[in-house]
């Protein structure tokens, strides 16, 4: 089978007090590029998230949005620290016999004062934390990898359409060149009947000429690479896997011969052909951008 780089996937995952929902989705990518979004709290399994997705994607620019919630009453607690507020209260007092002031602190006052009061997170276990989360991920990358899949049949078949196509073309161009010659020799021998009169035309030195010619114009070589890349193209979307770079190659040596083909055209059907062809292969370049 072969992966579309678009996709989506969604997986909430509730056990216990604890809440994780994860959400993914891609887009075309030369290659893998992670971007991460989650609370600062779970920061630290960034690196065990990413090994975790690189089992599922290869390819593709993959953002990833990560929610956590915990419902427990015992999430977090206030610390008191005392030796700073003595310190807060050594120089308040300071201050005033400095300045001959009133010496008003009250508590109320002094625990406004930064840090003197701390808001903690208490220390959860990160191995039954870390259980939870892959779990949402898998689940959220098991979803999103079918995703590619269901895409990628649908390039596939498009794209098989694509290439059945181009082979026609082929054939066109190749049943075409052995008419091209004749009508080469026939105008030629038109035209040279047409100076000498009645007088006989010499045959062999016509057909040196129509040899030449053809030799311009000859695209065997030409036809023969370009039906072996649609074939091979072909066959390895049947055969699947990640064969978008592999492809993307093939197609820019389809558009090669192509090219070769159009600048040997010596007629209309013949370029027409031609022009057909890289249109085609253009559009079948197009989307083998998306398969990862």
């Not at 008191?80 to 807060?88: G, M």
């Not at 190749?174 to 100076?195: C, F």
């Not at 292969?281 to 998306?290: G, S, W």
Request: charged share 35%; net charge negative; aromatic share 8%.
């Amino acid at each position: 089978m072969i992966k579309s780089m678009t996709g989506f996937g969604r997986c909430e995952i509730a056990e216990g007090t604890r809440k994780f929902t994860v959400e993914m989705k891609s887009v075309n990518h030369r290659y893998l590029d992670f971007n991460i979004k989650m609370p600062k709290k779970l920061n630290f399994f960034d690196s065990a998230i990413r090994g975790e997705l690189k089992k599922y994607i290869s390819r593709g620019k993959v953002d990833v949005f990560i929610s956590y919630e915990d419902f427990s009453e015992n999430t977090s607690s206030i610390r008191y620290n005392k030796e700073l507020a003595a310190e807060y209260l050594q120089y308040l007092n300071q201050m005033a016999e400095d300045f001959g002031l009133e010496k008003d602190v009250s508590v109320s006052v002094l625990s406004r004062y930064q840090d003197v009061f701390v808001m903690e997170e208490q220390d959860v276990d990160e191995e039954e934390l870390w259980k939870e989360l892959q779990k949402a991920i898998e689940g959220a990358a098991e979803g999103f990898v079918q995703t590619r899949i269901a895409e990628g049949e649908r390039l596939k078949e498009d794209l098989l359409e694509k290439l059945d196509g181009m082979l026609v073309l082929v054939d066109r161009v190749s049943e075409r060149y052995p008419a091209i010659q004749q009508e080469y020799h026939d105008k030629l021998k038109e035209k040279v009947q047409e100076l000498l009169g009645d007088a006989q035309v010499d045959e062999s030195r016509l057909l040196t000429e129509v040899a030449i010619f053809a030799d311009k114009i000859c695209v065997d070589e030409e036809v023969v690479r370009l039906r072996s890349h649609i074939e091979a193209t072909a066959g390895a979307l049947r055969e699947g896997g990640s064969i978008g770079r592999k492809l993307d190659f093939i197609a820019q040596e389809m558009n090669r011969e192509a090219n070769t083909i159009l600048s040997k055209a010596n007629d209309l059907e013949t370029s027409a052909c031609a022009i057909e062809l890289k249109t085609e292969i253009e559009k079948v370049r197009e989307q083998i951008q998306n398969i990862e």
